[in-house]
C-alpha cells in the first residue's frame, strides 16, 4: 500500500507505520484487493484526512466509526461524502443541529472537505471497508493505528476540541488529556438517537467559544 500522507503526519506517526500491526492491515489490503474484492474508500483517499488537515493545524477531532459502503461515497473523511452524492442521513442530522444552533442554511451536498481545510480531523476508527460489507475491516489494525493518533494528539498539542458522539466514540475519551483539552460528547447523530441529545447539543457554537478563548480561529461550519 502506497501511503500518501502529509509529512507532518509521516513524522509523528512513523513508529507506527513500522509496526507489526500495520504490516498485517496492508497486507490484509492487498489480500483482499487480490481476491477481487473493493475497497473504500480508493487507495490514494485512505489517509485523506491526515493530507487535508496537517498535524500542526489540528484545532477538532471529529471521531466516526466506520467509513461509507457504498460506491462514490467514501473519500477518507468522517461523516463526508464525495460531489454528487446524496447526503447520508446521519450528515442531514448534523446539517439540522448546525442550522438550529448557529443559523447556517441547510447544504444540498456532502462534502465536508472546507472543515478538514480549516483543522477538523476527521477521524474513522477503520480508514477502509469492503464494498457493502460495513463494519469488515474493523478488526484488521484499524483501531489501534487510529487510537495511536488520537493519543499523539493528545499528547503533543493543547487546546484541541474532541467531538465524541456516540457511545462508541465515547469509549475514546480515555485516550484523550482533558487537562488540557476539551472534549464535547452527544449521542450519536444517526436517525435512530439525534433525538436522544445531539439535537441541541450545539457543539458548533461550543467549539467556536473554546477555540477563541484558546486565542484560534473559529471553524467556517458552511460547506
Given at each position: 500500500m502506497d501511503v500518501k500522507i502529509d509529512a507532518s503526519w509521516k513524522k509523528v506517526l512513523k513508529?507506527?507505520?513500522?509496526?507489526?500491526?500495520?504490516?498485517?492491515?496492508?497486507?490484509?489490503?492487498?489480500?483482499?484487493?487480490?481476491?477481487?474484492?473493493?475497497?473504500?474508500?480508493?487507495?490514494?483517499?485512505?489517509?485523506?484526512?491526515?493530507?487535508?488537515?496537517?498535524?500542526?493545524?489540528?484545532?477538532?477531532?471529529?471521531?466516526?466509526?466506520?467509513p461509507y459502503h457504498g460506491k462514490g461515497q467514501a473519500h477518507g473523511l468522517c461523516f463526508s461524502v464525495q460531489d454528487g452524492i446524496k447526503p447520508p442521513p446521519s450528515l442531514v442530522n448534523i446539517y439540522k443541529e448546525i442550522n438550529k444552533d448557529i443559523g447556517l442554511p441547510i447544504p444540498t451536498h456532502g462534502n465536508l472537505t472546507k472543515w478538514a481545510e480549516q483543522g477538523v480531523l476527521m477521524l474513522n476508527a477503520s480508514l477502509t471497508v469492503r464494498a457493502g460489507e460495513p463494519m469488515s475491516h474493523a478488526k484488521i489494525g484499524w483501531a489501534e493505528f487510529t487510537d495511536?493518533?488520537?493519543?499523539?494528539?493528545?499528547?503533543?498539542?493543547?487546546?484541541?476540541?474532541?467531538?465524541?458522539?456516540?457511545?462508541?466514540?465515547?469509549?475514546?475519551?480515555?485516550?484523550?488529556?482533558?487537562?488540557k483539552h476539551q472534549v464535547l460528547k452527544a449521542a450519536h447523530p444517526s436517525p435512530y438517537s439525534a433525538d436522544a441529545g445531539f439535537f441541541g447539543c450545539r457543539h458548533f457554537s461550543k467549539t467556536n467559544e473554546y477555540l477563541m478563548k484558546e486565542g484560534l480561529d473559529p471553524i467556517d461550519w458552511s460547506v
Open positions: 513508529d507506527e507505520f513500522n509496526k507489526e500491526y500495520f504490516n498485517q492491515i496492508v497486507g490484509h489490503l492487498r489480500i483482499e484487493k487480490a481476491a477481487g474484492h473493493t475497497i473504500y474508500p480508493p487507495g490514494s483517499l485512505i489517509f485523506n484526512a491526515f493530507n487535508l488537515t496537517p498535524f500542526e493545524n489540528v484545532k477538532v477531532v471529529l471521531l466516526g466509526q466506520d495511536s493518533v488520537i493519543r499523539k494528539v493528545s499528547d503533543l498539542k493543547k487546546g484541541v476540541v474532541f467531538l465524541l458522539w456516540g457511545k462508541f466514540a465515547q469509549a475514546k475519551q480515555e485516550l484523550i488529556d482533558e487537562t
